[in-house]
């Protein structure tokens, strides 16, 4: 549904975290459309946005190792990789890539075990980061969807003294956000035209319909969706 806001014209856009086009291209279903909870990070939306259901949530996934023997702990976490990797492949609903959850991510195809595996120190551990996105179900609410991930983890035979968790940041996402551009210019344009007569303008420009699509979390698993547009009015002219 599309919303508009009546009690202003239009907002400034505060700078948004953005991708190169290549990798956007690549993983658009979760890079581009992940969006950071912390309330600091939400920009101001325009006069007029969606409000959706996101499609996921995306965890950071950390798995570490104590086991003091060096070539034991990187065994230990090669196969765990290995593991997750199987799982991934078998399992519907769950996505696993490399990367840092919220920010850019790559295709686990790309990802080796070489390139994430890192020490800790001589005998202090080592382990390795992923990122985990989780379908969100028909009206489950964001207690399931961390629950469903818990238990995914819990049921994992992971080798030695492997742990494998989930991070305290999750990332709410979308996909498909181009989709929703065709309705959300037709309501911009409606409020053109309104605003238009209701304030007898002479001219009205309106600038960044160029910009693409972004998305914001609005509350626990939805998000507002909308187009960074800026309307002036010239009255009397």
């Not at 990367?99 to 195809?109: C, L, Q, S, T, W």
């Not at 992923?130 to 969100?136: E, S, Y």
Request: proline letters at 3%; a negative charge.
């Amino acid at each position: 549904m599309v919303v508009l806001r009546r009690w202003a014209v239009a907002f400034g856009i505060a700078p948004m975290l953005v991708f190169g086009a290549d990798a956007q291209d690549r993983t658009a279903n979760v890079v581009v459309t992940a969006t950071r909870l912390n309330p600091e990070d939400l920009q101001k939306t325009p006069n007029v946005f969606l409000r959706v259901p996101a499609d996921f949530v995306q965890f950071g996934l950390t798995c570490q190792s104590s086991t003091r023997d060096v070539a034991d702990r990187r065994r230990e976490l090669e196969g765990t990789f290995e593991s997750l990797l199987d799982w991934d492949r078998r399992t519907d609903g769950f996505e696993l890539n490399g990367g840092e959850a919220g920010y850019e991510i790559v295709p686990m195809e790309t990802v080796s075990f070489d390139e994430i595996y890192s020490e800790f120190g001589y005998q202090a551990g080592g382990g390795f980061d992923l990122t985990l996105a989780v379908d969100i179900r028909d009206n489950e609410n964001f207690e399931g969807v961390k629950g469903r991930v818990e238990s995914a983890l819990d049921g994992m035979a992971f080798r030695g003294r492997v742990e494998c968790f989930s991070d305290d940041e999750q990332f709410l996402g979308l996909r498909g956000l181009d989709e929703h551009r065709a309705d959300l210019l037709q309501s911009i344009s409606d409020e053109v035209e309104q605003l238009q007569a209701a304030m007898g303008a002479d001219k009205v420009t309106v600038t960044g319909l160029e910009s693409r699509v972004i998305s914001q979390p609005s509350g626990a698993l939805s998000m507002d969706v909308f187009i960074p547009y800026l309307i002036s009015l010239e009255v009397g002219r």
